[in-house]
C-alpha cells in the first residue's frame, strides 16, 4: 500500500468498524422498548404520546423510528460520527474537510482520536440509540449554530446571507433545535446575546437581523420543550418542582457532576490543565482572536455545567455539550501553539494510527461479545416460555462479560435488568413478561 493511502485505510477502517459495532451492539436499557412486534406504532401518534407522557425532546422521534431497525441504525450512527467529527473539523479549520486532500484526512482522524480518547464513554453517546438521538445527533446542529455566530462576530463573515440554503429553512431549523434539549439552547442563546452586545460597544450598531432573529425562532423552539406536559411529570416522578431551587440539591448535582468528571473524564481534566498551561506560557504569542474564541467556548462550556447542575438526573450525556466544547479548546490550542507542524511527524502518525485501528477493534470484540451474550439469554427465556408461563434464570444479562475498559463501549452490563424478585418488576422485566407473554421472569436466587 502507497504511503499516501493509509489515512484513507484507516478512515475505512473506522467506517467499517462503526458499522458493525453498531450493529452488534446489544438491545440495551430503554433499548427494549423496541423489540419488534405485529404492529409498529405510528411514528408521529406515537412522539405525541411522548410529548405528553414521556420524553418530549425532538430527538425521541428519531429514536423511535431508528431504534426499531436494525439495519437503519448503523447507518445513522456512521453518519452521525462522520457529521459530529466533521463539525468540530468546520470549528477548528473553518472549514469542512476535503475527501480528496489525504492531509484533510489525517487531521479528520487527529480529531477523531483525541475526542475519542477523552469522551472516554464513546459508545452510549454514539452507539446507544436514546442517548445518540436525543443527544449527539441535535449537538450536531449546536456546534453548527456556534460555527455561523463564531465566523460573525469573530470574522465578520455572515453565513446567513448565503443562497446555498433558504433563509426560512434555517429558521425553522432553529425553532427544532432550540426544541431538542433543555441545557443546551439557553445556553446559546445566551452566549449569541453576549457577543451581540459585544458587536454593539465595538460597532455601535445592532448586528445583522437574520443572526439576531435565529435566536428568536430558537427560543421559541425551546418554549414548546420546556412547558411539555411530559416535562411537568418528569419532576413530578422526580420528586422536585419544575421551577423551584433548593440550593442543597443544587450543590448535590454539582458533587455528582465533579464525582462523573473524576470517573469517566479524568483523562479529560490532565489534557485540559497541560492545554491550560501551554496557554499561560504562550499566551502573549497567541492571536487575540483565538484567545477570546477559547475563552467564549470555555464560558458557553461552564454555564452549559451550571444548567445541567439543576436538572434532577445526572448523567454523562448531559455533559457531551461541555466536554465537546472543552475538547474544541484543546484542539485549538494544540493548532495555534503547534502551528499544525505535528501532522508532519511521521511517529505521530503511528501512534494515531495504532491508536484508532486498536480502539475500533476493542470496539467490534466488545459489541459481538455483548450480541452473543443478548441473543444467548433472549433464546433461553423464548424457550422457557414455552414450557411454562414462570421463567426462572440461572444465568441473567452480562454484555461485559469481565471485559476490561468495555464502560468506553457498553452503556451497562445489564446485570440488574431481571433480578431474583418475580413479585416486583424492573422495567425490563415488565417488557420481557409482555413480549413473551408471561406471568413472571426472574433470576435464580444465588
Known amino acids: 500500500m502507497k504511503k499516501n493511502n493509509w489515512a484513507y485505510f484507516i478512515l475505512g477502517f473506522i467506517i467499517i468498524a462503526i458499522v458493525l459495532s453498531s450493529y452488534f451492539y446489544p438491545r440495551t436499557r430503554d433499548e427494549f422498548y423496541y423489540l419488534p412486534v405485529s404492529d409498529t406504532p405510528n411514528p408521529f401518534k406515537e412522539f405525541y404520546n411522548s410529548y405528553h407522557f414521556g420524553n418530549p425532546r425532538l430527538g425521541q422521534f428519531f429514536a423511535n423510528i431508528i431504534g426499531r431497525n436494525p439495519f437503519l441504525k448503523p447507518m445513522f450512527n456512521l453518519l452521525l460520527f462522520l457529521s459530529y467529527i466533521a463539525m468540530l473539523y468546520l470549528l477548528l479549520f473553518r472549514r469542512l474537510p476535503r475527501i480528496k486532500d489525504q492531509n484533510d484526512i489525517w487531521k479528520f482522524l487527529l480529531i477523531s482520536s483525541v475526542f475519542i480518547f477523552l469522551i472516554n464513554v464513546f459508545g452510549e453517546m454514539f452507539y446507544y440509540i436514546p442517548f445518540n438521538t436525543n443527544y449527539t445527533f441535535t449537538h450536531i446542529f449546536y456546534l453548527l449554530y456556534l460555527f455561523l455566530i463564531s465566523e460573525y462576530y469573530f470574522y465578520n463573515r455572515n453565513i446567513s446571507e448565503q443562497k446555498k440554503v433558504p433563509y426560512f429553512l434555517v429558521v425553522i431549523g432553529a425553532f427544532f433545535m432550540g426544541w431538542c434539549n433543555e441545557h443546551v439552547p439557553p445556553v446559546l442563546l445566551a452566549g449569541s446575546f453576549l457577543l451581540a452586545f459585544w458587536y454593539f460597544l465595538k460597532n455601535r450598531k445592532l448586528p445583522d437581523f437574520k443572526i439576531l432573529a435565529l435566536n428568536s425562532s430558537i427560543a421559541f423552539g425551546y ?49 485540559g490543565a497541560i492545554a491550560l498551561f501551554l496557554v499561560a506560557v504562550n499566551f502573549k504569542k497567541l492571536r487575540s482572536i483565538f484567545r477570546l474564541r477559547m475563552a467564549f467556548y470555555v464560558l458557553l462550556a461552564l454555564v452549559a455545567l451550571a444548567i445541567v447542575a439543576y436538572s434532577p438526573l445526572q448523567g454523562t450525556r448531559l455533559l457531551l455539550f461541555s466536554n465537546t466544547l472543552f475538547i474544541l479548546v484543546i484542539l485549538i490550542v494544540g493548532k495555534e501553539i503547534l502551528k499544525q507542524t505535528i501532522l508532519k511527524t511521521h511517529s505521530l502518525k503511528i501512534i494515531l494510527a495504532t491508536w484508532l485501528l486498536v480502539f475500533f477493534s476493542f470496539s467490534v470484540y466488545v459489541t459481538y461479545q455483548a450480541q452473543v451474550d443478548y441473543q444467548k439469554i433472549m433464546t433461553v427465556i423464548e424457550s422457557q416460555s414455552k414450557l411454562s408461563e414462570d421463567v426462572i434464570l440461572t444465568e441473567t444479562f452480562d454484555f461485559s462479560a469481565k471485559i476490561p475498559f468495555s464502560r468506553k463501549i457498553l452503556l451497562e452490563s445489564g446485570a440488574d435488568y431481571i433480578d431474583a424478585s418475580p413479585q416486583k418488576d424492573t422495567s425490563i422485566e415488565s417488557i420481557l413478561k409482555s413480549y413473551f407473554r408471561l406471568k413472571s421472569i426472574s433470576a435464580a436466587p444465588k
Open 223 to 271: 418554549l414548546v420543550l420546556l412547558f411539555a406536559p411530559a416535562n411537568k411529570i418528569k419532576f413530578e416522578v422526580t420528586g422536585t418542582k419544575q421551577f423551584g431551587f433548593q440550593f442543597s440539591d443544587y450543590l448535590k448535582h454539582w458533587l455528582s457532576i465533579f464525582k462523573i468528571y473524576y470517573y469517566f473524564n479524568f483523562e479529560l481534566i490532565i489534557v
